[in-house]
């Protein structure tokens, strides 16, 4: 029973103030960063946790890091000790097997002090746009151990009681390219953190320490107490589900296979991923914060609730079982730089899949399933300084038991910006032809699939040192109960010169076509990139003619597409394009006679 000294209304007031804390932390990264990733593309996270290391509020940022974010500062702090901590120091880490997302994230862990007494704890936790390693912008395609991934930190004082530790800043600048950018980045962590501590601190002075304490204890009861109400909506019982998810490791060509049982019973669920593939040679693997993450945020996209407080108590329903080793809990030395930006969209379409008979009104058709990790770097020809990039870009969204999917929204493990092309063209040394949505990409349905987009850019530097990590080349992104697939990746390169485009794999000879490193690119050359749209929801035949008729107006489904997926003819009447009903009746008619069911997952490359 809740503690009659809280009355549910300061408990509100207080809840929100902290997550208005992490927000307040967020403000303060994406003013003071130097980098486009954090300022524009505003991928990081920031959160707070008590005394026990227990997170207690977030801001609704970047979910893959939030969710992972409470298995690295517990792990973080668990390993520094809590009595090991003073005032005015900053801890840092990025270590994968240490609870991390994968390696370019890192993670700052900083104390709060009341009357010199423990407060809790503030993160920061941001993907680095420069990590050393193999190639800039620290996101190799085909390495295959994480040494080629970047500098690894395993939680190291950054900042000694107010002090910079410089040998640790000295190593992490001598280890990038780029040590102004990164310098520049981890001084804006580290000042979210401050910024985090002075409300923390202010918000426990107006209430007190006792008290203070007493209602986060109860706000994280209240969060579990309200999931656990979710989670037994959910018809008890076991659902599974298997399939091909990752194209390949970026070193081997050949799928990798993900598997998940859910057991529900009563408020309690467990999610055992025994029986995935062996954890590849290449950097498709997850880490053990990317699985758990990714299992929490599926849940989160379907229950009925959205505002079960940002805390610990709304993941202790639910208990993970991964296995080591594995694809999806990656074990030393084994890389895992894509698991993060591919994998968790995999693990939350995976658990969709298991869970669509359980909850149908809520499970929508996969994601277009890929952040099309794209990194460069070199020397800019305008000012002779040192420049990386990471790029990361929306996709469609499958179609919903309510509506169409999303076009061009990030990924499920981003909710982050797109970068401007202003931008990108002013800091680095592109041009952009292109950037559009990509017509015909959503899979059709009841509820069509969101589109994908198209990019092309040209190179502007004598060269460019290009890397990539996409998904979806090979294996499109699947409709549900009756939906059609999405349209799947296509990464293509023309060198100056050149009269048509190829890939990757035809023109360098990469081991696969999305997942490479290092390619040296000239002035001139151009790369074009197909985003991926998101799978249809419902049989193409249920979808009502006028939203047909919209989409093709709109230019979303071309005329030919139409007549194919939804089986309509079209006339002209009155100078506009209309559907022919007579003979869309008669086409539906012999459709339905010669109609067989095709059922399973698609692989193949799509060039």
Not at 138 to 166: T, W, Y
Not at 207 to 218: A, H, I, P
Not at 331 to 356: C, R, T, W
Not at 536 to 544: C, K, L, N, V
């Amino acid at each position: 029973m809740m503690n009659n000294t809280i009355d549910p209304i300061t408990m509100t007031v207080i809840s929100n103030a902290l997550d208005t804390i992490a927000k307040e932390m967020g403000i303060v990264m994406m003013n003071t960063a130097y980098s486009p990733i954090f300022n524009e593309g505003r991928d990081f996270s920031c959160a707070l946790f008590d005394e026990n290391a227990e997170m207690i509020a977030l801001a609704e940022c970047v979910p893959a890091q939030l969710g992972a974010m409470a298995v690295t500062a517990e792990w973080t702090i668990d390993e520094i000790g809590k009595e090991n901590f003073h005032e005015g120091d900053v801890y840092l880490h990025n270590d994968p097997y240490r609870g991390g997302c994968h390696l370019p994230e890192y993670c700052t862990v900083a104390p709060a002090f009341y009357k010199g007494e423990l407060l809790g704890f503030l993160a920061t936790i941001g993907h680095m746009a420069e990590t050393g390693g193999k190639v800039p912008g620290g996101f190799p395609g085909d390495a295959v151990e994480v040494f080629q991934e970047g500098l690894r930190l395993p939680p190291v004082k950054i900042v000694d009681r107010g002090k910079d530790v410089d040998d640790i800043w000295n190593i992490i600048m001598a280890n990038v390219r780029t040590p102004r950018y990164s310098y520049g980045d981890l001084r804006a962590m580290i000042a979210a953190c401050e910024r985090g501590k002075m409300g923390f601190t202010e918000l426990v002075n107006k209430y007190g320490l006792e008290y203070f304490r007493n209602v986060v204890k109860e706000l994280k009861d209240y969060a579990e107490r309200r999931m656990r109400a979710e989670i037994d909506e959910i018809p008890d019982g076991t659902y599974k589900a298997e399939g091909y998810y990752a194209d390949n490791d970026g070193v081997v060509d050949k799928p990798f296979k993900f598997k998940v049982k859910i057991i529900v019973k009563g408020s309690q669920m467990i999610v055992d991923y025994t029986g995935s593939d062996r954890q590849a040679q290449g950097p498709i693997n997850s880490t053990y914060g990317v699985t758990q993450s990714g299992t929490w945020n599926a849940l989160l996209h379907l229950v009925r609730s959205r505002d079960i407080p940002g805390n610990i108590g709304r993941y202790r329903p639910v208990k993970t079982i991964v296995p080591p080793g594995t694809v999806v809990n990656v074990e030393y030395p084994n890389p895992s730089v894509g698991g993060n930006s591919e994998n968790h969209m995999h693990i939350v379409d995976l658990i969709f899949q298991a869970l669509k008979e359980a909850v149908p009104d809520r499970v929508p058709a996969e994601i277009g399933g890929s952040s099309i990790a794209v990194t460069y770097g070199g020397t800019h020809p305008d000012t002779g300084e040192p420049y990386t990039l990471y790029n990361s870009d929306p996709c469609g969204w499958g179609g919903r038991p309510w509506g169409d999917g999303n076009n061009c929204v990030n990924p499920y493990n981003g909710n982050c910006n797109m970068i401007p092309a202003e931008c990108l063209e002013t800091r680095f040394p592109v041009v952009y032809h292109e950037w559009c949505l990509r017509d015909d990409s959503g899979g059709a349905g009841k509820y069509r699939g969101g589109l994908g987009m198209i990019k092309t850019f040209t190179v502007t530097a004598p060269e460019m040192r290009f890397s990539s990590f996409v998904e979806r080349e090979a294996i499109a992104p699947l409709g549900i109960w009756g939906g059609k697939s999405g349209e799947k990746t296509a990464i293509l390169v023309r060198l100056a010169g050149d009269k048509k485009w190829s890939t990757f794999k035809e023109r360098f000879g990469t081991a696969c076509n999305g997942k490479f490193s290092d390619i040296k690119l000239k002035r001139g050359d151009s790369v074009r990139i197909f985003i991926p749209g998101g799978g249809g929801w419902g049989d193409p035949q249920e979808r009502p003619l006028d939203l047909i008729s919209r989409d093709v107006e709109e230019g979303f489904v071309s005329k030919e597409r139409a007549a194919k997926d939804y089986e309509v003819a079209f006339k002209i009447a009155q100078s506009k394009l209309q559907i022919d009903l007579k003979k869309t009746a008669e086409i539906r008619e012999r459709g339905r006679k010669n109609r067989k069911a095709k059922h399973g997952r698609q692989i193949g490359s799509s060039c």
